[in-house]
């Protein structure tokens, strides 16, 4: 089982779509969790840190569930400019490297 | 500010060859990682430094590849007789130092990376 799996998609949505992105983690002692947003053959950028209680940073909210080992990002009101491949990405227990997921391809159109 | 930076940015290399590649930090940023991430993948952990030290490797697929940070500022990823199975990109990040002594901030700033081909 890969440490960090996630549905690489593509998701195709109209703009102004709600949309959700899931994933899953193996270690239970993982103790952060992020996710990172990638363009095309550019490099990866932190969207968001993830935290127990939940957060949101505009039109994006992101949610774990430690119980389920199981991390959400949703995004409201799709932007043509939200396209990109997000990662779901969680930090190892050593505290020395961040585990990344395949990332999921999120395409917006109008 | 000036971000990570890396060079070069392509190299075209035969299965063979000897490669070496650069990753200049974001000044004053005391943790230094390398990743791969080959086509349709996400970043893969190679290897993470604190200052000079490489805190752990346990990332680099064989004894093929070795980096160094002497200064504890630039380091370089080598890799000795490329296969073509190396290909891919290889992204470096780093962090500043957390509040409290020995310890790394969460967020990684990664540099744009190198596209290695072999051919």
């Known amino acids: 089982r890969k440490e960090v799996e996630q549905d690489p998609g593509p998701f195709n949505v109209p703009e102004g779509a709600t949309v959700a992105f899931n994933c899953t983690y193996s270690?239970?002692?993982?103790?952060?969790f992020f996710w990172y947003r990638q363009d095309c053959r550019k490099e990866p950028k932190l969207l968001m840190s993830v935290y127990s209680s939940g957060n949101e940073d505009g039109r994006f909210t992101a949610q774990l569930n430690r119980a389920s080992q199981y991390i959400s990002l949703l995004i409201r009101d799709s932007k043509l400019s939200d396209s990109a491949t997000y990662l779901c990405v969680v930090k190892n227990w050593a505290g020395t490297a961040l585990i990344f997921g395949k990332g999921t391809t999120l395409s917006v159109s109008s | 500010g000036a971000g990570v930076s890396q060079t070069p940015s392509n190299k075209v290399t035969e299965k063979g060859k000897y490669v070496e590649l650069r990753c200049d930090p974001i000044?004053?940023?005391?943790?230094l990682y390398w990743y791969r991430q080959s086509l349709g993948q996400g970043p893969e952990f190679l290897i993470y430094f604190q200052g000079t030290g490489a805190a752990d490797d346990s990332g680099l697929p064989n004894d093929r590849f070795f980096a160094v940070r002497p200064e504890g500022s630039v380091s370089t990823l080598k890799i000795q007789r490329t296969e073509r199975g190396d290909s891919a990109v290889y992204l470096c990040?780093?962090?500043?130092?957390?509040?409290?002594?020995?310890?790394?901030?969460?967020?990684?700033?990664f540099g744009p990376g190198t596209r290695l081909t072999v051919l």
């Open positions: 270690n239970s002692a993982s103790q952060s």
């Open positions: 990040a780093s962090s500043p130092p957390a509040p409290l002594a020995g310890g790394t901030t969460d967020t990684q700033y």
């Open positions: 000044s004053g940023h005391t943790a």
